[in-house]
């Protein structure tokens, strides 16, 4: 489990937190299965940049504000 | 091929001659397959966040600026 995904996970959760999803609506919203967003919040999983641009969408954020800055990894 | 990664795929190969690195020089330095890297740039390959900081660590600058912004997508 890597610091970047970790990290990543967590500004993902937040930002679905603050947006008032739980992670079932969420899950629902981005088409995506609710294990696979619990992992991927866990940072267990290490998301293509496509995924990234796809759950940035449906938080109506732009992907770039996801991810940390490389010097804080 | 989407076109975010066509976009990515071209903002890394500017980003890589800008540099003066070539495609073997660059592949070399980012311990990733040449063929690989090809495929990346030309948009064929959907990368990961994980792997596009690794990219942006030999590139030297930062991973989200070689992200296209969502609206322009």
Redesign the interface.
């Known amino acids: 489990m890597?610091e970047?995904?970790t990290t990543?996970g967590r500004n993902i959760r937040e930002k679905r937190k603050k947006n008032g999803f739980s992670q079932d609506a969420f899950a629902l919203a981005a088409g995506i299965d609710r294990s696979y967003i619990g992992r991927v919040e866990r940072g267990e999983v290490?998301?293509?940049?496509?995924k990234?641009?796809e759950i940035?969408?449906v938080l109506q954020c732009?992907?770039?504000s996801l991810?940390p800055?490389?010097n804080t990894?």
């Open positions: 890597s970047l995904a990543l290490n998301i293509t940049v496509e990234l641009y940035a969408a732009e992907p770039t991810l800055a490389q990894l």
